[in-house]
């Protein structure tokens, strides 16, 4: 009899103790998630702070400001951090002195080269529709070959082809820098955007005529003018064998 009672005492300490360990984790869970709670909210106000912050450096006409906003923007950028503000602000300095213009006394106030450079890149990897869409306004309306080809590296990394737009667009503004201004850097960039977009290219025709210029073109130096051949190369034994296959 005592021992049925010294069991039924010890059985019902076990349960009050899992009982009382259940309500503290329960406590504890809900502490956990509602500072979680708090954190997100947290996190998300700073977020938009840093956004509105952003925006003002970036409408400014100083350089320096627009520097300190590219930095930021490169650091919400590599943190997962693409929200609409970050977005309005490296739109509006991937275009800054070409799609907006700040004058005084007609000179033109607000062309600073390196800055759209950086936005481009920064753009590539955030790869959605609209930084592709945004990304090819700017390799068509740009004229600093450094910056088209920033955005044309940024395309090749995006990734996106439908309907050949991006191909179509690069070989167009390739030709019209060839024609004004040829630059082996930013055929480089080409000629590997090039190689990166082909399998999702559908009408070859544009980039085949791309990179035969680029490869008959002396102006461009001999490792540039030899990748476009390998690339020829390439494209044509991927179509033969593609060909042999439907066959």
Do not use: W
């Not at 590539?124 to 955005?151: C, D, F, H, R």
């Not at 990734?159 to 480089?188: C, H, K, M, Y």
């Not at 540039?224 to 020829?232: Q, S």
């Amino acid at each position: 009899m005592k021992m049925t009672k010294k069991i039924v005492c010890a059985f019902s300490c076990i349960m009050l103790s899992a009982a009382l360990f259940a309500q503290e984790q329960a406590v504890q869970k809900q502490q956990t998630s509602s500072a979680k709670s708090e954190s997100s909210v947290e996190d998300e106000y700073l977020s938009d702070v840093d956004g509105i912050v952003i925006l003002g450096l970036a409408a400014s006409d100083e350089y320096e400001n627009k520097l300190y906003a590219m930095q930021m923007l490169e650091a919400a950028v590599d943190g997962g951090n693409t929200n609409p503000d970050v977005m309005k602000a490296l739109n509006q300095l991937a275009g800054e002195g070409i799609n907006t213009q700040s004058r005084t006394n007609g000179r033109l106030i607000n062309n600073f080269p390196d800055i759209r450079r950086r936005a481009c890149l920064a753009l590539g990897k955030v790869k959605t529709e609209e930084s592709k869409n945004y990304l090819m306004q700017i390799t068509l309306a740009e004229n600093e070959p450094m910056v088209i080809a920033a955005a044309v590296n940024s395309l090749g990394e995006i990734g996106i082809n439908n309907n050949d737009e991006v191909v179509n667009a690069i070989a167009f503004a390739n030709r019209r820098n060839q024609i004004l201004n040829p630059t082996s850097s930013l055929a480089a960039e080409v000629i590997d955007c090039y190689a990166k977009l082909a399998e999702s290219t559908e009408n070859k025709k544009s980039l085949i005529d791309s990179l035969t210029q680029i490869a008959a073109d002396y102006h461009y130096n001999k490792t540039v003018r030899n990748n476009a051949l390998k690339l020829l190369k390439t494209i044509s034994s991927s179509s033969s064998s593609s060909s042999s296959e439907a066959k």
